[in-house]
């Protein structure tokens, strides 16, 4: 019987907190952050009590996305309240350190900041918190896979080859970690022209559909590489709130009712 790699540390759940589902990809910019809040977004536009924590402790974007900063108040205890943006309340280790500052941490600080926002925060009762994982496979999101009680994850990636190969690993990571991959997103899956009204494959499409198959899970939606959704994330305005009954946030509402 050959010993376990790596035993599985006690990931006890955070009272108030039904589920807990991270938002992942394996390379940066594909989008993760962007799709995390309009999902949180349109969870919360079905009906759902919904928090964001921003784990990205390297480059948060989640304040940015929800249009919030300051910082979070502590109560009573020493608990942090958390800041709320569009009805959801966000932590995010942005909150705590200047814009232009450089996080240098290293892997154990990481995962106590972490713990600290997951677990120190009056997230209140919610029915989902939504985490926005940091970018790739290494070490410091493998542990924290392992130490965040995950319901699940949703990994997002682009149509290319490459983004795919690293969607794979980030599966792959869950996968070690014993966390269920709920399924993929299709970022950036097509380019509606805003011009000439039409769609344009600029980085091939369905990718990620059939990678999905192929692994034999969920292929959750797709989403396509819009100005608005640029323009809108960028300004604080991500388009589920800022266009609430267009079709972008019935992509993303649709996506929502899967995980
Ligand atoms: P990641 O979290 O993967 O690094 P971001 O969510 O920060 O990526 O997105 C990177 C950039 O791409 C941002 O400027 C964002 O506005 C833009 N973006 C993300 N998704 C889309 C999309 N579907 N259409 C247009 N722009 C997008």
Wanted: aromatic share 4%.
């Amino acid at each position: 019987q050959p010993a376990r790699e790596e035993q599985a540390p006690a990931k006890p759940g955070v009272p108030g907190i039904r589920h807990i589902v991270a938002v992942a990809s394996g390379k940066g910019g594909v989008g993760k952050s962007t799709t995390t809040a309009n999902l949180a977004l349109a969870m919360a536009a079905n009906g759902l009590r919904v928090g964001v924590l921003d784990a990205d402790i390297y480059g948060p974007s989640v304040p940015r996305l929800f249009n919030v900063s300051g910082r979070p108040e502590a109560d009573s205890g020493r608990v942090l309240k958390p800041l709320v943006g569009y009805g959801i309340k966000v932590m995010s280790m942005g909150f705590m350190v200047e814009e232009e500052t450089p996080m240098i941490w290293r892997g154990p600080m990481v995962i106590s900041a972490l713990t600290q926002m997951l677990r120190e925060v009056a997230w209140g009762d919610l029915d989902v918190l939504v985490v926005d994982m940091p970018p790739g496979t290494g070490d410091a999101q493998l542990t924290m896979a392992q130490q965040v009680p995950l319901a699940g994850a949703v990994i997002v990636s682009t149509p290319q080859d490459l983004a795919l190969i690293d969607a794979r690993k980030g599966l792959n990571m869950f996968k070690r970690v014993d966390v269920p991959v709920l399924g993929i997103v299709e970022n950036m899956s097509y380019f509606l022209c805003p011009d000439c009204g039409g769609r344009h494959d600029i980085f091939g499409h369905g990718g990620a559909r059939a990678e999905a198959e192929r692994l034999s899970v969920p292929f959750l939606g797709e989403i396509p590489l819009t100005m608005k959704i640029r323009e809108t994330s960028d300004a604080g305005t991500p388009i589920v709130v800022s266009d609430p009954e267009g079709a972008m946030a019935e992509i993303y509402k649709d996506i929502a009712t899967k995980v």
